[in-house]
């Protein structure tokens, strides 16, 4: 009998960042640009065999940033 090593798949957060950065549904205002990195990159973390987590977009503070990260942490 063999044995096959399992593994439990990584879950990774996605988490965008700028105030410039708004959700593709939202319109677009001067300056910004639609959020669309988040989703590319969930993508290629699930098509290498992870769980990605879309965290949203962070405001340009390190407060905001830190409570997503957070968040992300919590929900696993």
């Known amino acids: 009998m063999c044995s096959v090593p399992v593994y439990k798949k990584p879950v990774v957060a996605v ?4 105030d410039e950065i708004v ?3 939202a319109p677009l205002g001067p300056g910004q ?4 990195n988040s989703y ?3 993508a290629s973390v699930e098509s290498a065999g ?5 965290l949203g977009i962070a405001e340009d503070t390190y407060d905001a ?4 990260v957070q ?3 919590s929900s696993t």
């Open 71 to 73: 968040g992300g942490l």
């Open 23 to 25: 959700p593709p549904e």
């Open 15 to 18: 988490v965008s960042g700028g």
């Open 50 to 54: 992870g769980e990605p987590r879309i």
């Open 40 to 42: 590319s990159i969930a």
């Open 65 to 68: 940033l830190r409570a997503k």
């Open 33 to 36: 640009m639609r959020d669309i």
